[in-house]
Every structure is written in C-alpha cells, then in structure tokens.
C-alpha cells in the first residue's frame, strides 16, 4: 500500500516564495540570491532540464516534428538549438526565419522551451557557418593569420566590417523573436558566438593583430584588473602587472592569450548589445576547454578559460554568465572554477556518457540553474514497455518532480552533491550539511565486497533540521554528526524510497533490514536512480565546546 508523505514544511515553502515575488510580465533574466544564479522565468525560478541538439539537427523544420515531441516526453524541458548565420542570412541583408519559426512553434506545443546558439562568425573557433558571402571575400572579411603569415578558416576580431554584419544579423534574429515570442517566451536565453578562440600559435599574426600588440595595453583593462586584483585567478595573477604599458609588460607569458581574450571579448560585445537592445534575454558565452597539457593555441586562446574570465567581464559586461563545456573526466574542477562571485552556474555542454551522474553534482553541489549534455536528439526511447530508459531520462524524470523545490533550495544553501566513479582519486568522500557529515562510496555486494557498479552519485537536499531528501544511485551513504557542529553521535531514524507527482509526495517502499544494513547506511539501489527520504537522529555528546 502506498502512503501519502505530508506536503514539505511550511518554513520551506515560505523560502520558496520570499525568493519568487517577481510579476510574470517581465523578460527571463539572471538573478542572483545569496550567491547562487537563477533563471527566472514568468516572475519564478526556472531550473533548466536540458539538451543540446546535435550541430546538424536543427537544419530543417521537419527535424522539429521528430525531435521536440520524443525529447519532451523525455523530461527535457528546454532544447538548446544551433541557429546558423548562414542559414538565416543566405544572401545578404535577406533573412529567412522560417524553419526558426517552426522550431519555436513545435517547441511550444510541446510546452518545451528554446536557448538558440548563434553560430555567426565563430563555431569551435572556425568560421564555418558564416555565409558564404562572408567566407567568400577576405577583402572584405580578412581572416586571422598564421605565424607564417598564412590565413586562416578564422575570422579576424579585428575586422569591423564583419563586426558590423554579425552585429546586423544577430540584431535581426533578436528583433524577429521578440516579434515572435515575446509574449510566449518559448526563448529564453541565447549563447553568443560557440567556443571562440584563436587555433594556432598564441596569437593572431596578421599585421593588424601585430600592430596592436605591439602598441599599448588599453588604460581601461588595466584600469579594471588593478580594481579586481584579489579576484583574478591565481593563474592570471601571477603575470598581472599594472604598471607596465606594453601586452608582453603587463601580461607576460600570458600576453597572448589575454590579448586574444581582450579582442574576442570586445567582439562579443559589440554583438551582445546590438541583439540585447532589440530584446534583452540573457546572453551567454560557451568555452572549450584544454585538454590535459594542451596549450593556448591548441585549445581555442582567447576563450572564455576561467582563468582569463577578468579580462572578458571587463569588455563585455553585457554578458550575463560564463559557461564551461565539460567533456573531461574532471567534471568538478572545471565547473568550480566557473563558482566565481557574481557567475550564474550552467554547463550547455557535457559528454553524455556520465551526465546521469554529473547532472547530480551540478544540481545539488554547484547550485546550477541548468544542465544540458551534447547530442541530446541521439536518445532514443525504449523499444516496449518495460524496457530501461536511458539513464539521463530516469535522472531527469526525478529532477523534473523537485524542479520546483531545488532553486529556493540551491538559494538557501540547503543542497549539497557528490559524484564518485571507480576511477576516482579518493574510493570516499563526504558532505556537510545541516549538522549531519554524508559519507559515501560506491555500492558493493555482500559479503564478496566487489563493486556493483562503476559510478554514482547524489543530490541532497535539507527540507528539515533532520529530514532529507536524497536522489541518486550507485552509492552506500553513511550518516554522523558533523564535529563542527556537534560531538555527538547520529543515526537513521526512517528511510523511505518516495517519488513526488504534482506536489505531492508517496512512499514507494519504507527500507529496513538488510536495506538499511541494520539501520547503519543507506544502500541506494546499484543501477536506477530514486529518491530517498531519510530521517535522522542525533544524540548531542554532553561535552561542552
């Protein structure tokens, strides 16, 4: 029989809505509360559930027909889609927005929402998609240079010719979705440009690039570094100096790759207004991110890399977040280097193979408002009933039951995440939270102690001074008070196996014995993700502090 679970506490209701006052009028934005950026999205928090289409997904209007229905009964409830400059401006000043217009149509009937990526001059570093009237005519349009003197598939930062006909198109797309959408807000938000950064040695060689190298560093980033020295990463701080005049005085080893920062950003400015001023969702900038021992140039030099980020915010502060695409297995160092004060938390692109597991830490640890693996569209549902669901699915499906309670949450500090894999550095480790320290590890049989599987994870979240709600799987959790606060000692007073529908919550299963091991641990299931509710006790020591 199932059992109805009262709804969450009222002191927790009440911080959900202190936190969502905003009438639904106005635009999605960024907010930050407490030092964790939020989505808002008619007047509430929006916490995204996403996917990013494959780059040739998002071609055609009939891809939408196939994609958007199988996706949202996927639980995915916002699709980030490539728009092409070359697509939407095939000839120029000549715009077409009929398969957007399809897609955002699709999308809403769905009830699924849209981040659009605009490939304009840059994808990946390359300039692939800009039209072919662009490509066609480096006269017009040069390109970046080789240290050979050789020109590249780039476009130049410098040129302003191809800043004013990106700046034109991206304005274009902006107006006609405000035209489109403004009301709906199936759109809400809009990457700029798609992993910039410059492919070669260090820097642009063309003799433009050269020229301003070799002049002086402008006053004004000089200027907005000394004013934020305690903030630059330890990384640019160490060849930060003020007082110098020329690129290779001020920035030494990094001058490179900070003067390329300086003139993508610049760029991205220039394009970031002309769109916002048409209609100002929140904009964004993605960065690809080096591999082990890769250097500037073999990764895209001048990207958004968190250790530069300083050098962009103080040329392009219309700019509304930072964003880490995060294929390497060190998941969650990358995305606490974007944890900087006054950055909003969101991973457009992530490998799919560990996002079932990711996604948990980046929900419950780093605060995200949002989540969304590449190559969404290759998921594909189950064959009949009773087959397993893809693993981002089962995950999502019981993040999409908290999607309401995780951003007040997130706000007051009140979740907490951990991944572990077999190949982690550490077989344990352990959060803090509320008074209580959760340890966990990988799930093991018994009594052969072999693993059951090679990862897992969970997301934690405090509805109470003693109850707590924990979606995961893969992992035995153990539970004692946390020294810092408490001496004593802790216990597990209930854990329940629950799921939540439309608010409200139901016992599935009430776990003791051998699920409980004796009432020491939690034992969450080794392969499927649940939601476990679990009561503890504590005992207070009796030694005074």
């Known amino acids: 029989m199932k059992i109805v679970i009262p709804a969450v506490p009222l002191w927790f209701a009440c911080i959900f809505l202190s936190l969502t006052p905003l009438p639904a009028a106005e635009l999605p934005h960024i907010q930050m509360v407490n030092g964790t950026g939020q989505l808002i999205v008619n007047g509430r928090p929006f916490l995204i559930l996403g996917g990013e289409l494959g780059n040739s997904s ?33 000839k120029e000043d000549n715009f077409d927005f009929s398969i957007l217009d399809h897609w955002m149509e699709i999308a809403r009937a769905h009830k699924v929402h849209l981040a659009l990526l605009w490939f304009g001059s840059w994808k990946n570093a390359f300039s692939n998609y800009a039209p072919s009237w662009v490509k066609s005519d480096p006269k017009r349009f040069p390109r970046a240079e080789s240290a050979e003197g050789r020109p590249l598939e780039i476009l130049s930062t410098l040129s302003l010719e191809t800043r004013r006909c990106d700046n034109r198109a991206f304005a274009a797309l902006l107006r006609h979705v405000r035209e489109k959408d403004s009301e709906q807000q199936t759109v809400l938000m809009v990457q700029v440009e798609n992993e910039v950064g410059y492919l070669g040695q260090g820097r642009d060689r063309s003799p433009e690039a050269n020229r301003l190298f070799r002049g002086r560093v402008p006053e004004v980033l000089i200027r907005a570094l ?148 590449f190559a969404v569209d290759s998921l594909t549902a189950p064959e009949k009933d009773g087959d397993p669901k893809p693993p981002l699915v089962q995950v999502y499906e019981l993040l999409d039951s908290l999607s309401d309670l995780l951003p007040p949450a997130q706000a007051a500090g009140l979740t907490r995440g951990l991944v572990l894999h077999a190949t982690s550095l550490r077989p344990t480790q352990t959060v803090a939270l509320g008074g209580y320290l959760f340890e966990a590890t990988l799930s093991r049989s018994w009594p052969a102690r072999t693993l059951l599987t090679d990862d897992g994870a969970m997301l934690i979240l405090q509805v109470s001074p003693a109850e707590f709600y924990i979606a995961g799987s893969g992992l035995t959790v153990s539970f004692a008070r946390d020294p810092d606060v408490d001496a004593g000692i802790a216990g597990i007073e209930s854990v329940e196996e629950v799921s939540r529908t439309s608010g409200q919550w139901t016992t599935e299963r009430r776990l003791n014995g051998d699920q409980t091991n004796q009432g020491r641990q939690l034992l969450m299931d080794a392969k499927r993700p649940h939601i476990y509710r679990a009561r503890l006790y504590s005992i207070p020591s009796g030694r005074e502090h």
Not at 64 to 76: C, F, G, S
């Open 58 to 90: 998002a071609g055609t209007a009939a891809q939408a027909d196939a994609i958007i229905p199988r996706l949202a009964a996927m639980h995915v409830n916002t699709v980030l889609m490539p728009v092409a400059w070359e697509q939407l401006e095939p």
């Open 226 to 373: 000394a004013g934020k020295r305690m903030q630059l990463s330890p990384e640019f701080a160490s060849h930060f100096n003020g007082h110098g005049q020329s690129w290779t005085d001020v920035f030494g080893d990094a001058a490179n790759e900070v003067f390329m920062a300086w003139n993508y950003a610049d760029y991205i400015e220039a394009v970031t207004h002309a769109g916002k001023n048409e209609y100002a969702l929140p904009m964004y900038v993605n960065a690809q991110l080096p591999a082990p021992f890769e250097r500037a140039g073999e990764y895209p030099s001048g990207g958004p890399h968190p250790y530069y980020l300083e050098v962009w915010r103080a040329a392009a502060p219309s700019i509304d977040f930072y964003s880490p695409d995060i294929y390497w297995p060190n998941f969650e160092y990358w995305l606490q280097r974007y944890a900087i004060p006054g950055n909003a938390i969101f991973v457009p692109e992530a490998r799919m193979d560990n996002a079932a597991y990711n996604a948990f830490y980046a929900y419950g640890q780093a605060r995200a408002f949002g989540f969304s693996p």
